[in-house]
């Protein structure tokens, strides 16, 4: 076959399967915070689309390349989809405008043209060729799912020589595993996720430090599954996990309640008041939450003076006890000893937090000597940034976070702990060692997941001989408020510094200042949401009154401004 001739029938292929999938009337679809997101029924057009951009990324990139439906902790009409990267992350930014491109495109010739200039652009050739690209498609539990699954089939059917492996239903974290997995040459299955995890949790709690107060701390922890994915899942893999004591509850099972509704992370984090299903019952108890696709992860704990409210310790605080128990283990790690051990790993701990963070968790951590940087909001960036570093700790206050190890340290590391095997096992230095390399098995290398998080957290806490309140004492969150503000085009909003200062519309930054000058400690933001219509509004202040009160002066000079 010449390639002229296989470029005409590549170019007829994408003709005809994109007639099937017209763009819905007057939609626009932005590729937001993590991917496309709106109602599932708008999304096989869309989610089409998405497997053509997945597939021309794995042609790229010559590695597989994943594809996730789901609208992650929106309502449970909704959907979405996300685009892994072969290495688990996020898909590279640069490629988002083309594939906004692509999922606008008016009708099926415009798409093909589209297809054709960015493939000649990027030097990919279609047509088949001997080139095969591989994608990995999975989805979580939303009634759109199947429909939208076989869009994501269709798009990648569009391009000759593509395969689409369908892993099934899965957390938004078990397929960015999976995919870094697959392209390291590994094997990707739930059952090896399920085993490593489970492995590298035993092999932390076998050297929990004996005679701390480990003890007293309860090895129970009750877990809202936000009715999604990640509940059941928790389920299967509990059965093999030895010393904790996991109760799951809005699992997801029939007539258990609604996705997403009145539960999950969001729900909690943003409105402070326990999921549907918990109560009185559970004052004292320590509590995580998930959201729907279970990429999320926060704790909370019902005070026992009002049942409604919560102590709530969010991605803040996970992140504080992640960075200390590191600190702790690199310290052990580099300390002259008695083994002979004292050629120290230098090892660059980053921080990486969002303007999100609340100011207290902040300066919390520089007192703790560690370096904090921040990004704009969404993994994506928060990533990128976390994997400069030997070892790199993102989260957002939302729960989205993990701890990065680089390649290249891990080696070092492993190099090291095999030295200390031989020169001192068993020593302070060498479980210091044994211990990071198994948090580098146990926390998802691919992107924040909240059962690996879950299970991190657990073991830490036995670690320290912390209990609940010992971790919720770390330090005092400042009194925040988050509004959300209807506006015809959010998109009329655009900021700068990590999100903190409005430049567009003129004169609304200036509105902010002189509302946060009121406040003492007052600090306020207001940004267009990524993954739903709405503009958010974040305040601080020193008292739960002032931070509320801030918030809404603020929402009404946006509504002002934009209303
Ligand atoms: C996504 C991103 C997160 C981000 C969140 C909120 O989360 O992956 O990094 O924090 O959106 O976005 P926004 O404030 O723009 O609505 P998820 O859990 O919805 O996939």
Redesign the pocket.
């Known amino acids: 076959m010449t390639s002229e001739f296989m470029a005409k029938d590549q170019h007829l292929l994408l003709l005809e399967s994109s007639s099937h999938f017209p763009l819905p009337h007057g939609m626009t679809f932005s590729y937001?915070?993590?991917g496309f997101r709106a109602v599932g029924s708008k999304l096989p057009s869309t989610v089409f689309r998405a497997g053509i951009v997945a597939v021309l990324r794995s042609l790229k990139t010559g590695s597989a390349v994943g594809l996730m439906i789901?609208?992650?902790?929106?309502p449970i009409l909704d959907n979405g989809v996300?685009i892994a990267d072969p290495d688990g992350s996020?898909m590279t930014q640069h490629w988002e405008p083309f594939a906004e491109a692509l999922a606008n495109a008016p009708n099926p010739q415009s798409l093909v043209e589209l297809v054709f200039h960015f493939t000649k652009e990027e030097g990919i050739s279609l047509g088949g060729g001997g080139t095969c690209a591989e994608i990995l498609l999975g989805r979580d539990t939303r009634p759109t799912g199947e429909a939208l699954l076989e869009a994501a089939k269709q798009g990648i059917k569009s391009i000759v020589g593509a395969a689409a492996l369908d892993m099934g239903i899965l957390t938004?974290p078990q397929l960015h595993w999976m995919v870094m997995n697959k392209n390291k040459g590994m094997k990707a299955s739930e059952s090896v996720y399920f085993m490593q995890l489970s492995e590298s949790f035993r092999c932390l709690m076998d050297m929990v430090p004996k005679g701390t107060r480990k003890d007293c701390v309860d090895s129970r922890v009750v877990v809202d599954g936000a009715n999604g994915v990640g509940g059941e899942k928790l389920e299967q893999l509990k059965k093999l996990l030895i010393g904790i004591d996991i109760q799951v509850r809005n699992s997801g099972k029939q007539g258990e309640g609604v996705l997403n509704e009145g539960v999950g992370a969001?729900f909690v984090q943003k409105e402070k008041v326990a999921p549907s299903g918990f109560g009185t019952k559970d004052v004292g108890e320590r509590c995580a939450t998930f959201?729907g696709?279970a990429?999320?992860l926060v704790y909370f704990r019902i005070s026992s003076s009002n049942c409604n409210g919560i102590d709530l310790v969010d991605g803040d605080k996970i992140l504080s006890l992640f960075a200390l128990f590191i600190k702790e283990q690199l310290h052990i790690l580099n300390k002259q000893g008695d083994e002979g051990t004292n050629n120290v790993l230098v090892t660059r701990l980053g921080i990486v937090q969002?303007a999100y963070a609340n100011g207290a968790s902040t300066d919390f951590l520089k007192q703790q000597g560690l370096e904090v940087v921040l990004t704009p909001?969404?993994?994506?960036y928060?990533h990128k940034k976390a994997a400069e570093c030997d070892v790199g700790i993102y989260f957002?206050a939302?729960g989205?976070g993990t701890i990065l190890f680089s390649e290249e340290y891990l080696s070092k590391l492993q190099k090291k702990c095999d030295d200390l095997a031989c020169h001192s096992p068993g020593s302070e230095h060498h479980k210091a060692a044994l211990r990071l390399l198994a948090v580098s098995k146990l926390i998802n290398q691919a992107v924040g997941d909240a059962i690996s998080g879950l299970l991190l957290v657990e073991v830490v806490l036995q670690h320290m001989g912390w209990s609940m309140q010992d971790w919720i004492d770390l330090y005092n969150d400042l009194p925040s408020r988050q509004l959300k503000v209807k506006v015809a085009d959010r998109t009329a909003i655009t900021t700068t510094h990590a999100e903190t200062q409005v430049l567009e519309p003129s004169g609304l930054q200036e509105a902010i200042d002189s509302e946060i000058a009121k406040y003492h400690k007052g600090r306020c933001f207001v940004?267009?949401?990524?993954?739903?219509d709405i503009i958010?509004v974040y305040a601080e202040a020193s008292s739960q009154e002032a931070a509320n009160a801030l918030a809404k002066s603020v929402s009404r000079h946006v509504d002002h401004f934009l209303g």
Do not use: F, I, W
């Open positions: 937001g915070t993590a789901t609208a992650s902790h929106n996300k996020m938004t969001d959201d696709d990429d999320r969002t909001t969404g993994v994506k928060l957002e939302n989205h940004r267009p949401s990524g993954t739903e958010r």
